[in-house]
């Protein structure tokens, strides 16, 4: 993807992910410029960033005016907005609430669908989320020095094959297994909060697996594990994060699997064809 004024534009939403991919842009030249959602972005981002500006959830037609101030015409949209968050907190602006008389389904991508619409009426395109992010997607392979055992692999087996029809249906991106149980979903409360509650009812040894949706556009929303993932994971003591290859970000990567080592977690990296991946 061509950045021809040199210029990457930033929707950012929460945790770090908004960060390590501005450090990224900047080496590769680019000036970035972010726009940040106030009580949801890291107030760190300033710091990594050219310029800033802060908005409020729904303040659709502020987010464009600084980006078209600032003359940028390519962005990618990372980091997550709490879903809660829309509820409580979104200041939606008229351009917003026009946008909302016009969906049918108030499913996440068709909101992200319209929302990126909306942009390019002004000349604003986004791009994949995979964007300048080598050494940041995860990778193919038991990236631990613990393999999954067999029943574990089982799990993960089971986990994805439920993962991917709760994705299909707009659920959520994660599942929570035990004994090709599912103990948990992921819904509007997001990941960490499924795997509190799925380690809370099945105990220790949960595999926690996490996959794009079958019909993910890969501009939005893609699936994210950090070191946060494995403290939580730890605090429950689950053995086994699965999550998809090559369409899936790992942040802080060192981080978290040298805190999955001391955990005794194993990570696997699990390529969309999972029969390529997924043991015996």
């Not at 249906?169 to 599942?175: A, P, T």
């Not at 297994?177 to 105990?203: C, H, N, P, Q, S």
């Not at 994971?233 to 990567?253: C, F, I, P, Y």
Request: proline share 3%; hydrophobic share 40%; aromatic share 4%.
């Amino acid at each position: 993807m061509p950045i021809v004024d040199g210029r990457i534009g930033v929707i950012a939403g929460n945790g770090r992910f908004p960060i390590i991919f501005s450090d990224n842009a900047r080496k590769m030249g680019l000036q970035v410029v972010a726009v940040a959602h106030e009580g949801e972005t890291e107030p760190e981002l300033e710091q990594h960033v050219d310029r800033i500006h802060w908005v409020k959830i729904g303040q659709l037609n502020k987010l464009i005016n600084a980006f078209k101030a600032d003359g940028v015409r390519h962005v990618v949209m990372l980091g997550g907005v709490k879903k809660t968050h829309i509820y409580s907190k979104a200041r939606p602006d008229f351009r917003v609430l026009a946008l909302a008389t016009k969906l049918v389904l108030w499913k996440d991508d068709d909101i992200l669908r319209a929302l990126a619409a909306e942009l390019e009426k002004d000349g604003i395109t986004i791009c994949e989320s995979t964007f300048g992010l080598d050494g940041i997607l995860v990778t193919e392979g038991t990236l631990t020095s613990r393999q999954p055992t067999k029943k574990e692999w089982g799990d993960i087996r089971y986990g994805w094959e439920v993962a991917r029809e709760t994705g299909r249906l707009d659920i959520g991106q994660c599942v929570v297994v035990k004994d090709r149980t599912i103990v948990a979903v992921e819904a509007v409360e997001g990941t960490d909060e499924a795997i509190k509650r799925g380690g809370a009812l099945a105990k220790d040894g949960v595999v926690v697996v996490k996959r794009c949706k079958p019909q993910q556009d890969l501009r939005f929303d893609l699936p994210a594990v950090g070191p946060r993932t494995i403290e939580v994971m730890r605090s429950v003591k689950a053995s086994v994060l699965a999550v998809e290859a090559g369409r899936s970000v790992m942040l802080d990567r060192e981080v978290l699997l040298r805190h999955a080592e001391d955990a005794g977690i194993a990570v696997v990296g699990v390529a969309r064809e999972e029969e390529s991946s997924l043991g015996t």
